[in-house]
């Protein structure tokens, strides 16, 4: 077997929306730098994902320079969204959290409510740091913190385990569903040169000089069965999921990674298990 390397990099700048594939990304404490800083939030505060409209996922959003964000969708002219600044706050309800972000603006509010058809308003994370405690204990540790990301800094999938679960879709019930794509999973960091499933046992790692922990595996949600290119739902993987990768109540793919140290990681990266 080859040796692990990264095999591809991806951030989300807004929660929910299509993201982009990059070549090297920097490695801060809350995540990759610019992934999920933005989010959306509805007249409640509640923030808006593809589990409530899957079709956010037609919706494109590319990082500028200084963490601004370019915003595109069918039927809309492209919107360029800069930092707000830090003069009030909103805030954002998510998963029992609440969490102070900073809104864009009543031009990137105008149009998103366009797209989604309902009122909703584009914030910001202006400071992980200070915002946004990792909030899921024993899993958490003093410390550490997070962008707007479910719960961890960075999600870790490889392309083996992928490999293996297509595999068994191919032998289900909706074998018609298959091969899935890994952007159903909406990784941070894909793993190439590894044995199905071993990214289960891994506690830390290093890719490249940059060193991670893992947190817990992750347990996947009804957004795995939409399809990114055109927003429509399925079974799988979930089906699939629930009956080879049940672990207590958690439907389980890939790594919830956290920073241990900072950096720069780039495609090719040699992936070292260090326990």
């Known amino acids: 077997m080859s040796k692990a390397a990264l095999h ?3 951030v989300h700048p807004v929660k929910a929306l299509r993201g982009q594939a990059l070549r090297e990304a920097a490695v801060e404490p809350w995540g990759l730098a610019g992934d999920r800083r933005w989010a959306l939030i509805d007249e409640a505060g509640k923030v808006v994902t593809q589990r409530e ?13 200084g963490g601004g964000i370019r915003v595109s969708a069918s039927g809309l002219d492209p919107l360029t969204v800069a930092v707000p600044d830090p003069v009030g706050t ?12 900073v809104p864009a ?24 740091a200070v915002r946004r405690p990792i909030d899921d204990p024993p899993y ?8 707007l990301a479910d719960a961890y800094p ?7 385990s992928l490999d293996a679960l297509n595999s068994l879709i191919a032998q289900g019930d909706h074998p018609d569903e298959g091969p899935l794509p890994m952007n159903r999973f909406r990784p941070n960091v894909v793993v190439a040169g590894t044995a199905p499933w071993a990214e289960d046992d891994w506690k830390r790692i290093a ?24 927003a429509e739902r399925g079974k799988e993987p979930l089906r699939t ?16 990674l956290v920073p241990e140290t900072t950096g720069l990681v780039r495609i090719g990266d040699p992936v070292t298990v260090l326990e």
């Open 207 to 230: 890719i490249g000089e940059v060193v991670f922990r893992s947190a817990k595996m992750c347990g996947r949600c009804v957004v795995t069965t939409t399809d990114q290119a055109t």
């Open 8 to 10: 591809s990099i991806h």
């Open 105 to 128: 603006g009543s031009e990137a509010a105008e149009w998103f409510t366009t797209y989604l058809g309902e009122d909703v308003t584009l914030v910001h994370l202006d400071d992980p």
């Open 53 to 65: 409209h899957p079709h956010l996922a037609l919706a494109a959003a590319e990082l500028l320079p």
């Open 140 to 147: 958490g540790r003093p410390g550490e913190t997070v962008s």
């Open 241 to 256: 999921l629930g009956r080879h990768r049940r672990f207590g109540n958690q439907l389980a793919f890939g790594q919830n």
């Open 90 to 101: 909103t805030t954002a309800r998510w998963s029992g959290e609440k969490i102070e972000t």
């Open 154 to 160: 960075l999600l870790l999938t490889t392309l083996a």
